[in-house]
Protein backbone atom coordinates (compact mmCIF):
# COMPACT_ATOMS: atom_id res chain seq x y z
CA UNK A 1 0.00 0.00 0.00
CA UNK A 2 1.13 3.56 -0.78
CA UNK A 3 2.30 6.23 2.38
CA UNK A 4 3.64 8.92 2.84
CA UNK A 5 6.23 10.23 5.94
CA UNK A 6 6.79 13.43 7.05
CA UNK A 7 8.79 13.07 9.63
CA UNK A 8 9.24 16.86 10.80
CA UNK A 9 5.55 17.66 12.38
CA UNK A 10 6.65 21.14 13.44
CA UNK A 11 9.44 23.56 11.51
CA UNK A 12 10.21 26.92 13.02
CA UNK A 13 12.48 29.65 10.79
CA UNK A 14 13.69 32.95 10.47
CA UNK A 15 12.37 35.42 7.74
CA UNK A 16 14.70 35.15 4.93
CA UNK A 17 16.50 31.97 5.74
CA UNK A 18 16.31 28.90 3.31
CA UNK A 19 13.68 26.06 3.91
CA UNK A 20 13.33 22.58 3.42
CA UNK A 21 10.35 20.05 4.46
CA UNK A 22 10.92 16.39 4.18
CA UNK A 23 8.82 13.43 2.20
CA UNK A 24 9.78 10.24 1.95
CA UNK A 25 6.53 8.37 0.05
CA UNK A 26 6.44 4.45 -0.81
CA UNK A 27 4.96 3.62 -3.62
CA UNK A 28 5.28 0.25 -6.18
CA UNK A 29 5.53 2.02 -9.71
CA UNK A 30 7.24 5.20 -10.43
CA UNK A 31 4.61 7.70 -8.22
CA UNK A 32 2.69 10.89 -8.88
CA UNK A 33 3.59 13.22 -6.37
CA UNK A 34 2.83 16.21 -5.11
CA UNK A 35 2.85 19.13 -2.00
CA UNK A 36 0.16 21.17 -1.11
CA UNK A 37 0.13 23.43 1.44
CA UNK A 38 -3.13 24.54 3.71
CA UNK A 39 -3.34 27.88 5.74
CA UNK A 40 -5.77 28.13 8.71
CA UNK A 41 -9.41 27.60 7.66
CA UNK A 42 -8.52 27.12 3.74
CA UNK A 43 -8.56 24.43 1.45
CA UNK A 44 -5.10 22.94 0.21
CA UNK A 45 -3.79 24.80 -2.40
CA UNK A 46 -1.41 22.82 -4.83
CA UNK A 47 2.31 24.42 -4.86
CA UNK A 48 3.82 21.68 -7.40
CA UNK A 49 3.85 18.01 -8.64
CA UNK A 50 6.08 15.79 -10.14
CA UNK A 51 4.85 12.82 -12.96
CA UNK A 52 7.85 12.15 -14.46
CA UNK A 53 10.95 13.89 -16.29
CA UNK A 54 13.36 16.41 -14.74
CA UNK A 55 13.81 15.45 -11.09
CA UNK A 56 13.68 18.97 -9.89
CA UNK A 57 10.36 20.39 -10.46
CA UNK A 58 9.04 24.51 -9.81
CA UNK A 59 6.24 25.51 -8.17
CA UNK A 60 4.32 29.01 -7.49
CA UNK A 61 5.33 30.89 -4.56
CA UNK A 62 9.03 30.09 -5.49
CA UNK A 63 9.00 27.17 -4.13
CA UNK A 64 10.56 23.57 -5.67
CA UNK A 65 11.37 20.31 -5.19
CA UNK A 66 13.41 17.30 -6.08
CA UNK A 67 12.70 13.48 -6.45
CA UNK A 68 14.86 11.38 -5.43
CA UNK A 69 13.61 7.79 -6.53
CA UNK A 70 17.34 6.24 -4.70
CA UNK A 71 15.60 7.56 -1.85
CA UNK A 72 12.24 7.66 -1.95
CA UNK A 73 12.15 11.39 -1.06
CA UNK A 74 10.93 14.54 -2.46
CA UNK A 75 11.36 16.96 -0.89
CA UNK A 76 10.32 20.90 -0.47
CA UNK A 77 12.63 23.61 -0.60
CA UNK A 78 12.34 27.72 -0.76
CA UNK A 79 15.56 29.72 -0.74
CA UNK A 80 14.26 32.20 1.29
CA UNK A 81 11.07 32.11 3.45
CA UNK A 82 8.24 34.79 3.54
CA UNK A 83 6.14 35.73 7.00
CA UNK A 84 3.25 34.88 4.75
CA UNK A 85 4.96 31.19 4.00
CA UNK A 86 3.45 30.64 7.47
CA UNK A 87 1.05 27.16 7.19
CA UNK A 88 0.53 23.41 6.94
CA UNK A 89 2.27 21.80 4.17
CA UNK A 90 1.38 18.39 3.07
CA UNK A 91 2.94 16.16 0.59
CA UNK A 92 0.96 13.42 -0.84
CA UNK A 93 1.42 10.32 -3.91
CA UNK A 94 -1.40 9.55 -6.62
CA UNK A 95 -2.84 6.02 -7.10
CA UNK A 96 -2.68 5.05 -10.83
CA UNK A 97 -5.23 2.52 -10.77
CA UNK A 98 -7.25 -0.44 -8.78
CA UNK A 99 -10.14 0.59 -6.73
CA UNK A 100 -8.79 3.62 -5.04
CA UNK A 101 -7.77 5.03 -8.33
CA UNK A 102 -7.46 8.80 -8.43
CA UNK A 103 -6.66 8.76 -4.43
CA UNK A 104 -4.24 10.70 -3.19
CA UNK A 105 -2.68 9.54 -0.34
CA UNK A 106 -1.33 12.70 2.17
CA UNK A 107 1.39 12.67 5.12
CA UNK A 108 0.44 13.78 8.19
CA UNK A 109 2.44 17.24 7.35
CA UNK A 110 4.67 19.78 8.43
CA UNK A 111 3.35 22.66 10.20
CA UNK A 112 5.73 25.69 9.35
CA UNK A 113 6.24 28.95 11.64
CA UNK A 114 8.00 32.17 10.41
CA UNK A 115 9.50 34.25 12.67
CA UNK A 116 10.22 38.01 11.81
CA UNK B 1 -14.13 30.97 -13.01
CA UNK B 2 -15.74 30.25 -9.67
CA UNK B 3 -13.71 27.60 -7.68
CA UNK B 4 -14.93 24.92 -5.64
CA UNK B 5 -17.71 25.56 -3.04
CA UNK B 6 -18.94 23.40 -0.54
CA UNK B 7 -22.11 23.80 2.25
CA UNK B 8 -22.71 24.39 5.28
CA UNK B 9 -19.24 25.86 6.16
CA UNK B 10 -20.01 24.44 9.76
CA UNK B 11 -22.36 21.73 11.23
CA UNK B 12 -22.67 20.22 14.50
CA UNK B 13 -24.85 16.84 14.99
CA UNK B 14 -25.36 14.23 17.61
CA UNK B 15 -24.21 10.71 17.38
CA UNK B 16 -26.43 8.48 15.58
CA UNK B 17 -28.13 11.44 13.15
CA UNK B 18 -27.50 11.60 9.65
CA UNK B 19 -25.48 14.25 7.57
CA UNK B 20 -25.70 15.56 3.72
CA UNK B 21 -22.49 17.69 2.44
CA UNK B 22 -22.73 19.51 -1.01
CA UNK B 23 -20.26 20.20 -2.77
CA UNK B 24 -20.04 22.53 -6.38
CA UNK B 25 -17.18 21.40 -8.11
CA UNK B 26 -15.26 24.26 -10.58
CA UNK B 27 -16.70 24.67 -13.90
CA UNK B 28 -15.50 22.12 -16.72
CA UNK B 29 -14.60 19.45 -14.03
CA UNK B 30 -16.31 16.10 -14.14
CA UNK B 31 -14.50 14.22 -11.29
CA UNK B 32 -14.97 14.92 -7.57
CA UNK B 33 -12.80 13.74 -4.92
CA UNK B 34 -14.08 13.86 -1.13
CA UNK B 35 -11.50 13.58 1.83
CA UNK B 36 -11.99 13.52 5.53
CA UNK B 37 -9.17 15.06 7.21
CA UNK B 38 -9.06 15.09 11.58
CA UNK B 39 -7.53 17.41 13.42
CA UNK B 40 -3.82 17.31 13.52
CA UNK B 41 -3.71 14.59 10.46
CA UNK B 42 -3.41 14.89 6.82
CA UNK B 43 -6.67 14.29 4.54
CA UNK B 44 -7.70 10.73 4.00
CA UNK B 45 -9.35 9.84 1.00
CA UNK B 46 -13.04 8.78 1.05
CA UNK B 47 -14.40 8.05 -2.45
CA UNK B 48 -13.72 9.51 -6.19
CA UNK B 49 -16.96 10.23 -8.84
CA UNK B 50 -16.42 10.21 -12.08
CA UNK B 51 -19.56 11.17 -14.63
CA UNK B 52 -21.98 10.19 -11.62
CA UNK B 53 -20.16 7.12 -10.68
CA UNK B 54 -18.01 5.74 -8.07
CA UNK B 55 -14.47 5.10 -9.31
CA UNK B 56 -12.54 5.18 -6.55
CA UNK B 57 -12.73 4.35 -2.42
CA UNK B 58 -10.66 4.40 0.31
CA UNK B 59 -10.97 2.30 4.01
CA UNK B 60 -14.10 3.65 4.73
CA UNK B 61 -17.43 1.57 5.58
CA UNK B 62 -20.92 2.05 3.47
CA UNK B 63 -22.41 4.27 5.97
CA UNK B 64 -20.54 6.67 4.12
CA UNK B 65 -22.02 6.88 0.52
CA UNK B 66 -21.92 9.90 -1.71
CA UNK B 67 -23.59 11.19 -5.39
CA UNK B 68 -22.82 12.96 -8.17
CA UNK B 69 -25.09 15.22 -10.62
CA UNK B 70 -25.30 15.70 -13.65
CA UNK B 71 -23.91 19.11 -13.41
CA UNK B 72 -21.27 17.35 -11.76
CA UNK B 73 -21.71 18.70 -8.28
CA UNK B 74 -21.68 16.20 -5.38
CA UNK B 75 -23.15 15.25 -1.79
CA UNK B 76 -21.50 12.88 0.87
CA UNK B 77 -23.94 11.09 3.19
CA UNK B 78 -22.94 10.08 6.55
CA UNK B 79 -25.44 7.78 8.46
CA UNK B 80 -25.36 6.90 12.14
CA UNK B 81 -22.22 9.22 12.85
CA UNK B 82 -20.40 8.69 15.51
CA UNK B 83 -17.77 10.64 18.19
CA UNK B 84 -14.91 9.67 15.10
CA UNK B 85 -16.44 11.31 12.15
CA UNK B 86 -15.97 14.80 13.94
CA UNK B 87 -13.33 16.43 10.93
CA UNK B 88 -13.27 18.73 8.37
CA UNK B 89 -14.60 17.26 4.77
CA UNK B 90 -12.74 18.22 1.71
CA UNK B 91 -14.13 17.94 -1.86
CA UNK B 92 -11.87 18.40 -4.47
CA UNK B 93 -12.72 18.64 -7.95
CA UNK B 94 -10.34 17.86 -11.31
CA UNK B 95 -10.49 17.76 -15.26
CA UNK B 96 -10.75 14.19 -15.09
CA UNK B 97 -9.95 11.22 -13.47
CA UNK B 98 -6.94 9.79 -11.83
CA UNK B 99 -4.68 10.91 -10.10
CA UNK B 100 -2.52 12.35 -12.56
CA UNK B 101 -4.60 15.45 -12.75
CA UNK B 102 -4.31 18.26 -10.41
CA UNK B 103 -7.35 18.07 -7.65
CA UNK B 104 -9.08 21.87 -6.36
CA UNK B 105 -9.72 22.11 -3.28
CA UNK B 106 -12.40 23.70 -1.55
CA UNK B 107 -12.54 24.97 1.87
CA UNK B 108 -14.10 22.17 3.77
CA UNK B 109 -17.17 21.59 6.07
CA UNK B 110 -16.11 21.33 9.84
CA UNK B 111 -18.65 18.38 11.38
CA UNK B 112 -18.56 18.52 14.44
CA UNK B 113 -20.16 15.24 15.98
CA UNK B 114 -21.75 15.53 20.12
Known amino acids: AQSVTQPDIHITVSEGASLELRCNYS??????LFWYVQSPGQGLQLLLK??????LVQGIKGFEAEFKRSQSSFNLRKPSVHWSDAAEYFC??????????????FGQGTILTVHP | ETGVTQSPTHLIKTRGQQVTLRCSSQ?????VSWYQQALGQGPQFIFQ???????GRGNFPPRFSGLQFPNYSSELNVNALELDDSALYLC?????????????FGPGTRLTVL
Open chain 2, 92 to 104: ASSPRAGANNEQF
Open chain 1, 27 to 32: YGATPY
Open chain 1, 50 to 55: YFSGDT
Open chain 1, 92 to 105: AVGSQGGTSYGKLT
Open chain 2, 27 to 31: SGHNT
Open chain 2, 49 to 55: YYREEEN
